[in-house]
């Protein structure tokens, strides 16, 4: 009985078998064709167009990108004409402008070979704005903000009492507010070797002009308009007459410490004891001296200051008749 069964399953072909399926066999004869194989997409050649950034590892672009935006005070009065030129400081034409307004104060540069460029902003009834930019492989994509300055100003005059121009002293304009409390910093100037000054950048209003520092004038207040209708204003003062003092720094650490040291360096020069209050700081020169033009005659305390170097104060007085001279050693703490 049991050789029976077996015989049975072998040509049936029936039983446990996870290969075999369902489905019927396709049956083949000699008259099916032959189909050819596909060919793999690897092998297939695709010419791909030549980029230059995938084939050259030395690539670098030439060309970059100079954006921005124009921006102002919020009491200025945006012209209604602004425009944003990138002119090439080697010299020529602009090679970009763009228009700006206060509804859109943006601009954008694009595909700019590399060089040297001035941003310039053009405007009516406002002062010439220039921003000194590089393009190259290393900065290729620049973001500037260039203000408008409002060309209003005060020009003057400042002599001493004998009537003779008084050189490189300072003359400050401070806004006169009706706000409570309210701080103004001052703008400020210094006269040239004529005793002349400018002051621009001023809103309309009212301005207190004087002569000095902020704390301590030297002359008396006055006071100037600026509108729409008069951008300019005109005043001149008179001051006693001024003391120069001529202060030298000795570097004790030898010429190699003075050349590189120098820039970093400034001499303030400080009235002391009663009566007038003064002070001015001025960066040294590349030959080592600074020179004070117009100091009140007085006791000064001049103190040098910067870089490696501890403050070291020299005392002196300051003549209206004769010229000072202090010389302050200074040693680095390298």
């Not at 706000?179 to 400018?198: C, I, W």
């Not at 030297?218 to 209708?229: A, C, F, P, Q, Y």
């Not at 005043?235 to 010429?255: E, H, I, N, W, Y």
Request: charged share 20%; net charge negative; glycine share 8%.
């Amino acid at each position: 009985m049991l050789a029976v069964a077996v015989f049975w399953v072998l040509n049936t072909g029936t039983g446990s078998n996870s290969d075999q399926s369902d489905e019927p066999l396709t049956p083949v004869s000699a008259d099916t064709p032959n189909r050819e194989p596909l060919e793999s997409a690897v092998l297939e050649k695709v010419d791909l167009p030549t980029d230059p950034k995938r084939n050259d590892l030395s690539y670098q672009p030439k060309f970059g990108i100079i954006r921005g935006r124009v921006v102002a005070a919020n009491w200025v009065i945006w012209p209604q004409a602004i425009t944003v030129s990138l002119i090439p400081q080697s010299g020529g034409p602009a090679i970009r402008t763009a228009p700006a307004s206060e509804e859109d104060p943006t601009f954008n540069f694009e595909r700019v070979p590399f060089d040297n460029y001035t941003l310039q902003l053009t405007a009516a009834e406002c002062l010439d704005q220039n921003l000194l930019l590089t393009l190259s492989a290393e900065q290729n994509n620049h973001f500037a903000s260039i203000g408008i300055v409002p060309a209003a100003s005060v020009i003057g005059l400042v002599v001493d009492e004998q009537g003779l121009p008084v050189v490189k002293i300072p003359v400050a304009a401070v806004f006169r507010s009706d706000l409570l409390g309210a701080s103004q910093v001052p703008l400020m100037a210094s006269t040239d070797e004529n005793g002349q000054f400018r002051i621009s950048g001023l809103r309309h209003g009212e301005y207190n002009i004087y002569v000095g520092s902020f704390r301590n004038p030297l002359s008396e207040l006055k006071v100037i308009g600026i509108s729409r209708e008069a951008p300019e204003a005109y005043v001149s003062f008179t001051v006693m007459k001024m003391g120069r003092a001529t202060v030298s720094v000795d570097f004790l650490d030898g010429p190699e410490a003075a050349a590189e040291d120098w820039s970093a360096m400034r001499i303030k020069a400080t009235r002391v004891g009663e009566g007038l209050g003064f002070s001015e700081s001025l960066a040294l020169g590349k030959d080592g001296d600074v020179h004070f033009t117009a100091l009140p005659p007085g006791n000064y305390s001049f103190s040098a200051y910067g870089g490696p170097y501890r403050k070291v104060i020299r005392q002196a007085s300051v003549s209206a008749d004769l010229p000072t001279a202090v010389t302050i050693p200074m040693r680095s703490f390298r």
